[in-house]
């Protein structure tokens, strides 16, 4: 027995969710994560050329998935959540001029830039620095 609703599905593990292309403005971007979905850069009408080109140096070339808002910032991830090389980009939904990226690689190191302008090579720290931008 289930503790989820019959007329809801499970939430499905991030590698197993179907992308959706379905297109969608900004402001129907969701603040929480998707739990049945992937919704891919490419189907953001206003989606930046960095974000549609955010995974091309990484391995099989993986387009970006929408994650979920911080505060004001919408995060994108191109690459698998762990074990893996992978890019996450933020831009703000007010000005998708300000843009923000953490590369993660296989061994869980990282490197990004956050608006406060420091370095982090903490995932963890780099979302931090967002929250409080």
């Known amino acids: ?62 387009e970006a998935e929408y994650k979920r808002r911080i505060g004001n910032w919408l995060l994108w991830r191109a690459g698998p959540a762990a074990g893996g090389d992978a890019r996450y980009w933020a831009g703000r939904a007010d000005d998708l001029t300000a843009q923000h990226t953490f590369r993660l690689f296989p061994d869980n190191s990282g490197d990004g830039d956050g608006p406060s302008g420091a370095r982090h090579t903490r995932f963890r720290a780099w979302k931090e620095d967002l929250l409080g931008r």
Do not use: F, K
């Not at 992308?19 to 989606?47: F, G, K, Y």
């Open 1 to 62: 027995m289930t503790d989820e609703p019959a007329d809801q599905q499970p939430a499905l593990r991030y590698d197993q969710r179907p992308a959706d292309h379905t297109p969608i403005h900004t402001d129907a971007l969701p603040a929480t994560p998707t739990r049945d979905r992937n919704i891919v850069a490419s189907a953001w009408l206003e989606a930046p050329s960095e974000l549609l080109s955010l995974g091309d140096d990484l391995p099989n070339r993986p």
